[in-house]
T-cell receptor, first 114, second 112 residues
Framework: DVKVTQSSRYLVKRTGEKVFLECVQD?????MFWYRQDPGLGLRLIYF???????EKGDIPEGYSVSREKKERFSLILESASTNQTSMYLC?????????????FGDGTRLSIL | DQQVKQNSPSLSVQEGRISILNCDYT??????FLWYKKYPAEGPTFLIS?????DKNEDGRFTVFLNKSAKHLSLHIVPSQPGDSAVYFC???????????FGKGTLLTVNP
């Protein structure tokens, strides 16, 4: 079974702080993704990566950056946290395939920015 | 511009009856569709998928139907069980693009 592990289930930070969210997968997947989930808005893609050191912007990249130094690890960085970044953050991974294979999700990090 | 739409925010059914969750899409490039289930405080889990070359895919109690001409898909759960109560997300991807575009979700409540 694929295991996607997010480092924290709950996190509370202050406005202006630099925040790191970590994600590790154990199935040698090429693709990794960061989403945020907000009530009434579903899952929105922030950034994704299809290889080490490669990254592409998703639909809502503003205020975020990512890092992928190793294949199994994908980090989401909030450069200067703001209250509108309070959300549930979900990491996912998948195999590289011609036809969108299922993405496997972690259990999420509920981030509160005060 | 919402490319994947789940127009029903919630659905309530009785245990043992059929649950039908609907999803519409606008992007003609989408050719692969997935359904995910999400319980509170957990990540979404993959349920079932369908390629655009098919119009039906079945896995146990779950069946997904695809109507390409109408750009519509539906998930049927028969029989519904209380443990099926969760938020269901429809998702789509196109061509070699492995990005998924998600709908906003439908909260299914199955009453005992």
């Amino acid at each position: 079974d694929v295991k996607v592990t997010q480092s924290s289930r709950y996190l509370v930070k202050r406005t202006g702080e630099k925040v790191f969210l970590e994600c590790v997968q154990d199935m040698d997947h090429e693709n990794m993704f960061w989403y945020r989930q907000d009530p009434g808005l579903g899952l929105r893609l922030i950034y994704f990566s299809y290889d080490v050191k490669m990254k592409e912007k998703g639909d809502i990249p503003e205020g975020y950056s990512v890092s992928r130094e190793k294949k199994e690890r994908f980090s989401l960085i909030l450069e200067s946290a703001s209250t509108n970044q309070t959300s549930m953050y979900l990491c996912a991974s998948s195999l590289l395939s011609a036809q969108g294979p299922p993405q496997h999700f972690g259990d999420g990090t509920r981030l509160s920015i005060l | 511009d919402q490319q994947v739409k789940q127009n029903s925010p919630s659905l309530s059914v009785q245990e043992g009856r059929i649950s039908i969750l609907n999803c519409d899409y606008t992007n003609s490039m989408f050719d692969y569709f997935l359904w995910y289930k999400k319980y509170p405080a957990e990540g979404p889990t993959f349920l079932i998928s369908i390629s655009s070359i098919k119009d039906k895919n079945e896995d146990g109690r779950f069946t997904v139907f695809l109507n390409k001409s109408a750009k519509h898909l539906s998930l049927h759960i028969v029989p519904s069980q209380p443990g099926d109560s969760a938020v269901y997300f429809c998702a789509a991807s196109g061509g070699s693009n492995y990005k998924l575009t998600f709908g906003k979700g439908t909260l299914l409540t199955v009453n005992p």
